[in-house]
Nanobody, 130 residues
Framework: LQLQASGGGLVQPGGSLRLSCAVS????????VGWFRQAPGKEREAVSC????????YYPDLAKGRFAISSDSAKNTVYLQMNNLRPEDAAVYYC????????????????????????WGQGTQVTVSS
């Protein structure tokens, strides 16, 4: 089971980026997939999660109205569209899944102490700066 994140880069404040997470070893019809991020000196946090079997999404407040998670089952890829980026959005972004979870809400609210149960991709760096 692998997740491969890509699409990070340097963007100016107010700009947009689309991250991609290519998955292999499982199909996008059951386990939820989520995006998490970690900035230097800060704890990793959930950004958005998607229930791939019914397209139900969950966004914490930091992402509402600016970020959108989606999937393409034909390409086995999950996307994170990020708009109106702010300097505080700069971080390493990771995609992850948990075969033991069934909902986007549960994945995004999984306790950090249990993150070892999840499968993580390598991160992709997002820098927001003028």
């Amino acid at each position: 089971l692998q997740l491969q994140a890509s699409g990070g880069g340097l963007v100016q404040p107010g700009g947009s980026l689309r991250l991609s997470c290519a998955v292999s070893g499982f199909t996008l019809n059951r386990p939820p997939v989520g995006w998490f991020r970690q900035a230097p000196g800060k704890e990793r946090e959930a950004v958005s999660c998607l229930s791939t079997n019914n397209d139900i999404t969950y966004y914490p407040d930091l992402a509402k109205g600016r970020f959108a998670i989606s999937s393409d089952s034909a390409k086995n890829t999950v996307y994170l569209q990020m708009n109106n980026l702010r300097p505080e959005d700069a971080a390493v972004y990771y995609c992850a899944t948990d075969l033991g979870q069934s909902s986007s809400y549960a994945l995004c609210h999984k306790r950090p102490a249990n993150w070892g149960q999840m499968n993580w991709g390598q991160g992709t760096q997002v820098t927001v700066s003028s």
